[in-house]
């Protein structure tokens, strides 16, 4: 079946480029090509083909529409030598066509049924009350326990220095003494006096530990993430490692965007788990049976 899909690996999108900036789109109704077997597509067409294609051609269609178009009449040049030569009839042909377009008429079908969701805004607001996770806002402070190599000469300290640097810690002492510090937070030690006093990071203990805003999509370490989003507001987490030291985070404040500023991400969330619900029940209604005490379905031969 290698042969079936040298159609794929020779129209890949892959490696296009948009060559000419970007013109303004033509009215709904314009002719926007003309192919060879005389057949044309208008701007609306293209519009309406764009949302049915798999991701990759849609994203080509978007950004370098002759490009795609193009492609696109390659497929038909293609189709109509197959056509000439009724491989549609012949094996292995005719089970592939069968299968796309059986793939096809199911994709529409899916569309065509979720389009057709009607989602109110009662419903985006229960939605979101349910499901404020991925909205939340948590304002975060920390406190940072370095490590090195304690072997290492300490630097020498510049004349004004108002205290001696202190020497480096090994792994597990800073390890150590990062829980102990929890251990003090956690029993109601004040976590703004801890950071002037026991901080490693300059730069946050500058600002009290303040290390702002942390947002659920925000680009942090896993470890961080994990360790914060858990906690509720005035929590303090464990010791977390990371390089060079283990950090102490601390939840000053819990809040979530306002369902005007994440209704579309909420409408698109509650879309999609309508879709879930749908194809659940869909599940349910499929039957397939293979032969009782018969070996499954081997793999079959494609080497040939």
């Not at 290698?2 to 020779?10: D, G, P, Y």
């Not at 077997?37 to 083909?49: I, N, V």
């Not at 805004?121 to 009350?129: R, V």
Request: net charge negative.
């Amino acid at each position: 079946m290698k042969a079936f899909f040298l159609l794929a690996v020779l129209c890949a999108p892959a490696g296009w480029a948009q060559s000419t900036a970007p013109a303004a789109a033509p009215k709904p109704d314009a002719v926007i090509v003309t192919f060879g077997d005389g057949t044309t597509m208008t701007q609306a067409e293209l519009a309406a083909l764009i949302p049915t294609l798999p991701l990759n051609y849609q994203e080509m269609a978007q950004q370098d529409p002759q490009h795609f178009l193009t492609v696109y009449a390659k497929f038909k040049k293609l189709a109509e030598m197959a056509e000439e030569q009724k491989l549609v009839e012949k094996t292995p042909y005719k089970q592939g066509v069968a299968f796309w377009n059986t793939a096809g008429l199911a994709q529409a079908e899916f569309m065509e049924v979720t389009s057709g969701f009607n989602i109110t805004s009662e419903e985006i607001e229960k939605y979101y009350n349910d499901h404020k996770g991925p909205y939340r806002r948590m304002k975060v402070s920390g406190l940072k326990v370095a490590f090195g190599d304690p072997t290492a000469e300490t630097a020498a300290a510049p004349a004004n220095a108002s205290r001696v640097p202190k020497k480096a810690l090994t792994e597990e002492e800073a390890k150590a003494k990062a829980e102990k510090l929890v251990s003090e937070i956690r029993a109601g030690a004040d976590f703004a006096k801890l950071v002037q006093l026991e901080s490693d990071d300059e730069a946050s203990k500058a600002k009290g530990g303040d290390l702002g805003v942390w947002k659920m999509t925000d680009n942090v370490p896993d470890d961080l993430r994990t360790g914060v989003m858990s906690l509720e507001e005035g929590q303090v987490s464990d010791p977390i490692r990371q390089a060079g030291g283990f950090f102490i985070m601390h939840v000053d404040a819990v809040t979530y965007a306002p369902l005007d500023e994440v209704k579309d991400a909420v409408f698109d969330q509650l879309k999609q788990e309508k879709a879930r619900q749908w194809l659940a029940q869909l599940d349910k209604s499929i039957k397939v049976e293979f032969p009782k005490n018969d070996p499954p379905p081997a793999a079959p031969d494609t080497k040939k």
